[in-house]
């Protein structure tokens, strides 16, 4: 089984095999190739369940396995479906279907809140200087690792340096242009009480370092469910590469003056393109409410990331 997303230009921008076969694994005869395709291992044929490639009904699917062809679009909604011999109807499918910035039949754009000057200059020029006297400690990113949430490094997924900020007045002056600027916008569009945040941290993506973050959701592990928005306010310009992008919602990517916040659904997924010159700051908080507090229930399972930040906005 094979899944991908198509574009008039490519076969397909990511590709995606599913085999029910542990041979394939052992014998090493289905391989991925970086970065367009990928392959599960799906020995309990879950997926295959879940695609329609193998009965529910029945205590060991695997000699039902049926053998599909899969397109999705960028939203990961499934186009078609073919049988596995039918590998040219496939790719003349492909060929046939617009680019994949107007897969939807026109350009549209990700389900973001945009809002301007939450952050002044003045203390965008601060938050920049903290992190240049203080320095910022390499970032990595959380996955579940046998129940439990745990911080890993993967330098071919992201690449980032963090200054976490502990000054009381300064979290508190934060607190306050989100509690005025930020949470009013968010509640009057969502219609969501965004009463806590997670994270007081000044981000660098530098271009001497290849500065980057691949797709990613922001909350898929017990430790990081909580979160229900992503924030990213850049602090700086000057700087090339690093746009953030919505590979679900098209090609386009975004990159804010400084002091202006792109507002985000931690459930969609999103990258950071490489900084290819110059370094740009970001600070990057999550925004909850008091009704998900799986944040305290969930800080035992959390490995290598701390427990320790600011929950309440004023």
């Known amino acids: 089984m094979f ?55 029945v205590a060991n699917p695997r000699p039902h396995y049926r053998r599909l062809w899969f397109v999705l679009d960028p939203n990961l909604r499934v186009r078609a479906v073919f049988p596995f011999e039918d590998r040219a109807k496939v790719f ?20 973001i ?11 965008c020029r601060h938050l920049i200087e903290r992190y240049e006297r203080k320095g910022g400690e390499d970032s990595g990113f959380m996955r579940a690792v046998e129940g439990r949430t745990v911080l890993v490094n993967d330098h071919r997924h992201k690449v980032r340096r963090d200054y976490i900020i502990e000054d009381d007045n300064l979290v508190a002056a934060v607190q306050g242009r989100f509690a ?50 992503a924030v990213t306010i850049n602090l700086n310009d000057g ?24 507002v985000f659904s931690c459930s969609l997924l999103h990258a950071v393109s490489r900084v290819t010159a110059g370094q740009r700051y970001a600070f990057l908080p999550f925004l909850y409410d ?7 229930k969930s800080s035992g399972s959390l490995v290598g990331a701390g427990s320790d930040y600011r929950a309440a906005l004023p």
């Open 92 to 111: 003349e499918y492909l060929q046939a279907l617009p680019p994949v910035s107007t897969y939807s039949g026109f350009e549209v754009s990700a389900p």
């Open 239 to 262: 700087f090339e590469g690093g746009a953030l992008s919505f590979p679900e919602y098209g090609t386009r990517s975004y990159k804010p003056p400084p002091g202006t916040a792109i």
């Open 113 to 123: 809140l945009t809002i301007s000057n939450v952050f002044e200059p003045e203390l």
């Open 3 to 57: 899944v991908g997303s198509g574009g008039r230009r490519r076969y397909c921008e990511a590709g995606f095999g599913v085999s029910g076969d542990p041979q394939d694994q052992a014998t090493g005869r289905v391989r991925g190739e970086r970065p367009g395709i990928r392959h599960f291992w799906d020995f309990d044929c879950r997926v295959a369940r879940l695609f329609g490639a193998a009965p529910e009904d």
């Open 180 to 229: 005025r600027r930020v949470r009013p916008e968010i509640e009057k569009i969502h219609f969501f009480p965004a009463t806590r945040m997670e994270r007081y941290i000044v981000s660098c993506y530098s271009a001497e370092e290849g500065g980057h973050f691949r797709a990613h959701r922001d909350n898929t592990t017990e430790g990081t469910a909580h979160r229900r928005f």
């Open 290 to 296: 008091d009704q998900a507090l799986l944040r305290e």
